[in-house]
């Protein structure tokens, strides 16, 4: 089973181009009911095995323009650190109502920006020159985004450089699959170094396996299928999947108080009986 999801995932990505984050946490949480920090580390680790096949095929053909991945790592490297540390915070003190909400939002805004670039694909003014200083300062959210979600990269990373850079469109998605890459190594290191899961190792080796798997397939059969219709169609999906998140996270938060009322009615009536399990101790005593 996990081996088919890591191979229908690593298809699914080779032939839209929609991120490995942004699809495997969701699909590992609604498939396999992982909790969503297992879910999340897994998903990290997964997209950086996937990206370590594509990113040196982009190298070769010489779409990486190294100056500007520089650029990137400046902010995205501390971003995702500090993004990692806080999911490590709020997953062992927080509400799960955070983790799904803070998934759901960028799950939803990810495919929403897919959608966006559907309808209107020469809709962003490109730059005369690349802008260092706000491509560092904006990768800096972005690393947070990844570590704290493993989604984000792909579509956030995307906008930022056809926004705040000159780079053909080959050489945005070269360039961002190797920033991306980077930050999957960094996140996943630090959440697998802060513990695993039971199991975790065996999940992720075979969700690898499939991986390179579909990752080739996917690459090989990508120039024969129209992707167009497919991105659209995983998109739509993705925004409803997004959608679905938030109410959970909203169902989850809303569970939290009744729990509270139910423990404040116990402490309540626990004097109570106390004081009536002692009443006919005090008349045999009479």
């Known amino acids: 089973m996990e081996m088919l999801i890591g191979f229908s995932i690593a298809v699914v990505i080779a032939l839209t181009g929609v991120g490995a984050g942004v699809v495997t946490a969701p699909v590992l949480i609604l498939a396999l009911h992982l909790p969503v920090e297992a879910a999340v580390t897994a998903a990290l680790a997964y997209s950086a095995i996937?990206?370590?096949?594509?990113?040196?095929?982009?190298?070769?053909?010489?779409?990486?323009?190294?100056?500007?991945?520089?650029?990137?790592?400046?902010?995205?490297?501390?971003g995702v650190i500090a993004g990692s540390a806080l999911f490590r915070r709020v997953a062992a003190h927080g509400s799960e109502s955070i983790l799904y909400a803070v998934l759901g939002a960028i799950i939803t805004f990810s495919a929403a920006w897919h959608l966006f670039r559907h309808f209107s694909p020469a809709s962003i003014v490109r730059p005369a020159a690349e802008r260092p200083g706000w491509i560092a300062l904006i990768m800096l959210p972005i690393g947070a985004e990844v570590g704290f979600s493993s989604s984000g990269a792909g579509a956030?990373?995307?906008?930022?450089?056809?926004?705040?850079?000159?780079?053909?469109?080959?050489?945005?998605?070269?360039?961002?699959?190797?920033f991306g890459l980077a930050i999957a190594l960094a996140g996943s290191g630090f959440h697998l170094a802060g513990g695993m899961e039971p199991g975790s190792l065996a999940l992720l080796a075979k969700l690898a396996v499939g991986g390179v798997f579909g990752g080739?397939?996917?690459?090989?059969v990508a120039p024969r299928i129209p992707n167009r219709r497919l991105r659209l169609i995983l998109s739509v999906w993705l925004v409803i999947l997004g959608i679905e998140f938030c109410f959970q996270a909203a169902r989850f938060a809303t569970r939290i108080p009744r729990t509270d009322r139910l423990h404040e009615q116990a402490s309540r009536e626990r004097p109570s009986i106390h004081r009536s399990a002692a009443a006919p101790g005090r008349l045999m005593a009479r």
Do not use: E, H
């Open 50 to 78: 996937v990206k370590l096949i594509v990113v040196p095929i982009q190298v070769a053909r010489r779409q990486v323009n190294f100056k500007i991945l520089g650029y990137m790592l400046l902010g995205g490297l501390p």
């Open 156 to 178: 956030l990373g995307t906008l930022a450089l056809l926004s705040l850079s000159p780079l053909s469109a080959s050489q945005v998605v070269g360039t961002d699959l190797a």
């Open 216 to 220: 080739v397939l996917g690459s090989g």
